[in-house]
Nanobody, 124 residues
Framework: QVQLVESGGGSVQAGGSLRLSCAIFGYSYSIYCMAWFRQAPGKEREGVAAIRTDDLRTNYADSVKGRFTISRDSAKNTLQMNSLKPEDTAMYYC???????????????????WGQGTQVTVSS
């Protein structure tokens, strides 16, 4: 069983930065992709960023390219969020998958393992 635990959410003014971390526990040796998703009230969950565990290649949603950076070391992945905008306000979730397509598609249905979520609020 795989468990994911996020940390690092909070409130910040527009233009500020936050760093989210996701620690992975349990049988994680075959995890192929780790990602971050977010869901704002009344909106569908969307993929934000993903990183492959083999070659560390990354994939980003267009809305965060150039502002967010996903990275990974040992059993943790980090989402550095810069130049935050009010529209980045959402609950952010860490996710993991054995699926080869997970990182490519950034589709939540490809990810069987999820953290509990951490709130990010950006005020204007």
């Amino acid at each position: 069983q795989v468990q994911l635990v996020e940390s690092g959410g909070g409130s910040v003014q527009a233009g500020g930065s936050l760093r989210l971390s996701c620690a992975i526990f349990g049988y994680s040796y075959s995890i192929y992709c780790m990602a971050w998703f977010r869901q704002a009230p009344g909106k569908e969950r969307e993929g934000v960023a993903a990183i492959r565990t083999d070659d560390l290649r990354t994939n980003y949603a267009d809305s965060v390219k150039g502002r967010f950076t996903i990275s990974r070391d040992s059993a943790k992945n980090t989402l550095q969020m810069n130049s935050l905008k009010p529209e980045d306000t959402a609950m952010y979730y860490c996710a993991a998958t054995y699926s080869v397509l997970g990182c490519f598609n950034l589709r939540d249905t490809d990810f069987p393992y999820w953290g509990q979520g951490t709130q990010v609020t950006v005020s204007s």
